[in-house]
């Protein structure tokens, strides 16, 4: 068994700059096969308006964004008091129902309850130094998160448009975010 190898001709061997330039030609090609964007996206769906679920969307897209994330948060239905100026100020936390609660749900069912489980979660949001929901929204807002309206929901509930925060994007259908979450990494229904 020979492992000579034929004699390539003086004639067909490449000089080290079409060599070199071959290389250069490759490594484009490779950069440009494989420098694809490297934007993570997350899409947040926000359903719940309530004290206690108006958080955790406001956090995870605060906090995406914070590390680079291309963040957007559909809001419709109930969530759609999250965005809401007026009514975002005055959102309520359901004693009934909640295995949390420290309360029974029969006392939790009480005339009055959500109003005093409301001021307490209240309260220690305050005692604790967390943001509030204005300040996660606009904080967010500022990070480049995108926070959209459903436009069907905005029909159906007849809200005002103008009563959003500013920067909120409205109109927005469920094909466009079913095609924003198509597109992200992460995907969360909350």
Known sequence: MSTDTPDASADDTPSRAELAARVDELEDALSEAT????TKKMSI???KGT???AYPPLILASTAAAFDYEVTVFHTFWGLDILHEERSKNLKLSSVGNPNMPVPNAVAALPGMDRVTTKMMEKRIADNDTATIEELIETSLDMGVEFQACQMTIDLMD??????YDGVTVGVGAATALQDMADADIQLLV
Not at 159 to 164: A, K
């Open 45 to 47: 769906i926000a359903t």
């Open 159 to 164: 809200y005002d448009e103008d009563d959003f």
């Open 35 to 38: 420098d694809e964007d490297d």
């Open 51 to 53: 004290l206690d679920m």
